[in-house]
């Protein structure tokens, strides 16, 4: 089996090649460590590579019980520790920060024989829903590089359909793992909130949203995932217990019988005429599998201004007293945050929580009678990397500043609900396209059954990006 092949394969794939030894921790480590060699100066999935990946990879053994992901090299998203290894959280302010312990979310990984290929890129303190900073600039779209991957866990994703990883850790507070997912035709998956302990945090943002997850080839392989590192731990308080023993066992439950609810614009929301058409060609796939799908009507609130004013307040509040230090280093869009935070009065912070309750209001009683939700996953296909921060009119019709065309994916923080991306289809010149999977609070075990099975009806793990050649 040569290396063109290996990149390509799912997490699942992956470790049976392991475990059978049909290759070695030390090789499998080695063929992504060039590929990333070759390819990432195109892409910039990377901010750091591990390079001590290989020693890592030799000495790496097999545990019982505790080999799971044995000599599996995964990427890690730049703002989740990871100890003696650089984190910079994509800021100049921290561009030579070292951690000294690992986050709980890396310490599962590596316990269960998974190794640290690289920290991936995102945007300066994961605070925007595309990819850029003043430490390496942009990552690109390996299916057209003049596009963004979107972001906060831009870096992961590319890396993921780039076959510069099998499977990479991100993060969502706002959409950061289902946006950039979508964008780059990966399975996206962000547990409820607790389920995954989330220690060290660090960057003091998006408090009360924030989600570990993961961007995978395939549903199974976030399961696996689940398996390892879901679960309780003291550091956390608000961390979760595990629902079933085995996300991986549960996949193969019949979801016949199902009940969907569908939204195409959450009462708000503007969407551009190819994601419609993907989203509601994929919608089919549902019923196709036996369950029932019925288009709803929502009137939910919308909370972008909410979430910005919440998220700059904390963000200004983290950096404190070094605000003008970080003023002379910062990207350029954020010195206009800065300022917008120094005028966020008490009552306007107290929105959003206000707002998480509203927000909760005008879907309850919807997911008495439905079991699910699905939503497009963005409002617009992957823009132009020239146009960031994104389009501001969609459809002729003007819509706010980022949040106007990433509607769909921030409600569900306010909720901490369960959310997937799944790839919906291609525009017509080839960009991907996501659908989003809403399950109703804390059925995590749910919303990856029905992820598995729409991938089994429409798979997308064989699917390669154009641009990369």
């Known amino acids: 089996m040569n290396s063109e092949e290996i990149v390509w394969k799912p997490l699942y794939e992956t470790t049976e090649l ?44 097999r545990e019982k019980n505790k080999d799971i992901l044995y000599g599996i090299p995964i990427a890690v998203k730049d703002n989740i520790e990871t100890r003696g290894l650089k984190t910079t959280y994509g800021s100049k302010l921290f561009e030579n920060n070292i951690p000294s312990e690992d986050a709980i979310v890396v310490e599962r990984i590596k316990k269960a024989g998974g190794l640290i290929l690289g920290k991936t890129n995102l945007p300066e303190l994961a605070l925007m829903p595309f990819t850029d900073n003043l430490l390496i600039g942009p990552t690109r779209n390996p299916w057209n590089l003049e596009r963004t991957v979107g972001g906060s866990s831009g870096g992961s994703a590319a890396a993921v359909i780039a076959g510069l990883a ?21 399975y996206g998956f962000k547990p409820s909130y607790g389920r995954i302990p989330l220690y060290p945090k660090t960057i003091k943002a998006f408090l009360g949203l924030h989600s570990e997850g993961f961007l995978t080839r395939s549903v199974r392989d976030a399961a696996i995932l689940m398996d390892v590192v879901s679960g309780p731990d003291i550091r956390d308080p608000e961390s979760l217990p595990r629902e079933v023993e085995s ?21 708000h ?92 209001s005008s879907i309850r009683d919807l997911f008495k009678k439905y079991d699910f939700l699905i939503t497009p996953t963005t409002a617009v296909p992957p823009f132009k990397i020239d146009e960031i921060p994104g389009p501001t009119s969609i459809r002729g019709k003007d819509v706010p500043l980022i949040v106007g065309w990433m509607p769909f994916t921030f409600p569900f923080n306010f909720t901490k609900q369960p959310a997937a991306s799944v790839p919906a289809g291609l525009t017509s010149d080839g960009l991907p396209v996501g659908l989003q999977i809403v399950g109703r609070p804390l059925d995590d075990v749910g919303v990856l059954k029905l992820s598995a099975a729409y991938e089994r009806m429409k798979p997308w793990k064989d699917w390669r990006p154009k641009a990369l050649g």
């Open 247 to 267: 996300y991986v066992k549960a996949l193969d439950d019949n979801i016949e019988g199902t009940k969907i609810a569908f939204s195409l614009d959450l009462g």
């Open 269 to 360: 929301a503007v969407v551009d005429e190819e994601v419609e058409r993907a989203v509601k060609e994929a919608v089919k796939t549902f019923e196709k599998i036996g369950a029932t799908v019925d288009e709803v009507n929502i009137k939910m609130p919308d909370a972008g201004e909410a979430l910005v004013a919440k998220v700059a307040s904390e963000i200004l509040a983290f950096i404190g007293d070094k605000i003008e230090e970080w003023k002379k280093v910062a990207y350029p869009l954020y010195i206009a945050i800065i300022e917008q935070a120094k005028e966020v009065k008490g009552y306007e912070y107290a929105k959003a929580e206000i707002l998480r309750d509203l927000i909760w």
């Open 18 to 61: 392991l475990r059978t030894e049909t290759i070695s921790p030390e090789e499998l480590a080695n063929i992504f460590l060039e590929r990333i060699q070759n390819l990432n100066n195109k892409i910039n999935a990377y901010i750091t590579i591990n390079k001590n990946v290989i020693n890592e990879a030799v000495n790496v053994k």
């Open 166 to 186: 099998p499977v990479a850790l991100g993060n969502d507070g706002g959409g950061s793992i289902r946006i950039p997912a979508s964008f780059c035709g990966v």
